[in-house]
């Protein structure tokens, strides 16, 4: 696979693991005094929370990752799958290690939460 791509910036590690995009039905219910009210606004990605994970990250993307929640504006991301999406970083966590065998610090168990606005 490919690196993916979070606006301008290509990875540098893909995720070991990451939320698949897929439409999902978007719709509502509430009880009313003798049935149900049910509403249905269709099937669409828009809405839908991405998860990517890393176990390990070096400190340097971390930080370029870190600039673009920091932006606090939409970009593009690219998955290298069919499509591309529109999204807001909602989150990116990682405990810092600072010792470690290579002697460079990085981050553990790193977690970047995206939103999807809608596709490219």
């Known amino acids: 696979m490919d690196a993916m791509t979070l606006g301008s910036y290509t990875f540098a590690e893909n995720p070991a693991?990451?939320?698949?995009?897929?439409?999902?039905?978007?719709?509502?219910?509430?009880?009313?005094?003798?049935s149900v009210a049910f509403y249905s606004w269709g099937i669409?990605?828009?809405?839908e929370?991405?998860?990517l994970e890393w176990e390990y990250m070096a400190e340097a993307m971390f930080e370029e990752l870190q600039a673009i929640v920091e932006a606090d504006t939409q970009v593009?991301?690219?998955?290298?799958?069919?499509e591309t999406y529109n999204v807001e970083v909602l989150s990116l966590d990682g405990p810092l290690v600072e010792k470690?065998?290579?002697?460079?610090?990085?981050?553990?168990?790193?977690?970047?939460?995206?939103?999807?606005?809608?596709?490219?």
Do not use: M
């Open 17 to 34: 693991q990451f939320t698949e995009p897929k439409n999902i039905r978007h719709s509502a219910s509430i009880k009313t005094y003798s």
């Open 44 to 47: 669409f990605i828009a809405g």
């Open 49 to 51: 929370e991405c998860v």
């Open 76 to 82: 593009v991301w690219d998955p290298q799958t069919d």
């Open 100 to 120: 470690s065998i290579l002697d460079a610090p990085y981050r553990k168990d790193v977690k970047l939460l995206l939103l999807i606005i809608s596709e490219v």
